[in-house]
């Protein structure tokens, strides 16, 4: 029977820190060198995480819909192999005997809740995180918010997870004249997409059937206007876009030219760099920590030189 595979992620971590603007009362962002951005790291992992009893460390990450939970399985020779936690209810999920098919009730203490999980590599050296996509848990964009929670307000860092695409294809679009339009389609769920159309809640239990629910986004400019003010903020929108939505993102294009051309639609999830590897097995449960390490360890390295071209901060 052949594995089932997972898709593996790569984005740039970013750190920019607000200066002031030397003779002027303007402040500007400045990105931290990669050794700085480790130095915030480690001060999280020494005087902020949780020393566990099985030896690692981890944190809390609160959001407004909930907490995850990063805890740091191994961090050595400037790179931190992370696992990423979400907290979940148990009274939904049950385990089931594979022969039997009988079921029975997950046993568990007041203070505990079931935690889907995914891993992440991070390379401190280059500033890479490769990141595994298991369904159901927490984004990458969770270290963005571990990162900003100490240091946002206190140092006025802003913390960026910086979409790493082929053949430069950002840049290309950021330098053109003109951005027109950027379509973004997302799947959610069907009871969020008619809240916010203003359904009444008494009204979803009409729906059965449904196979998928997306919703669609269109921002358009003016005739012959860019809806972008420089190519940084394109270039943190579409990074922005793609670390917090994850595969719930299903469409993502932008409308551009330069005068004197007609305006082309590109999609830019075709020049994401992703790399699909076969995790060897169909009961995907029964692979350790340890394996997943090594799968992310050996695809980022075998692709480290090629994404350290495509890397624009």
Known sequence: MAGK??????????????????????????????????????????????????????ISVNFSSGTDIVEVLDYTNHCAFVKIGQQNPSNTVALRDQETLETEEVPMAENQLLELFTYCLIDFETGII??????????????????????LHTESIVTKLAAIMQDDIISKLASKKTISKLEVEVAVPSDQILSELGVNPN???????????????????????????????????????????????????????DENEQSQSYDLLQYSFTKTVNLERENIETIGANEFKEILETVYAENKNELLRYCHY
Do not use: C, W
């Open 5 to 58: 595979s997972r898709k593996v992620s790569f984005y740039l971590l970013v750190l920019e820190k607000k200066e002031p603007i030397q003779g002027s009362r303007h402040k500007r962002f400045v990105p931290l060198k990669n050794d700085e951005i480790e130095e915030h790291f480690r001060n999280i992992y020494d005087n902020k995480m949780q020393s566990l009893s099985n030896g690692n460390k981890a």
């Open 130 to 151: 490769s990141y595994i996509s298991i369904s159901g848990a927490p984004r990458v964009s969770t270290i963005r918010t571990l990162f900003d929670h100490y240091f």
């Open 203 to 257: 009204s979803y239990d009409a729906l059965q059937n449904v196979r998928t629910r997306t919703a669609t986004y269109e921002v358009v400019g003016h005739r012959n206007k860019s809806i972008f003010e420089n190519q940084s903020g394109f270039m943190e929108l579409i990074g922005d876009i793609k670390s917090t939505l994850g595969e719930n993102l299903l469409k993502l294009r932008a409308n551009a030219k």
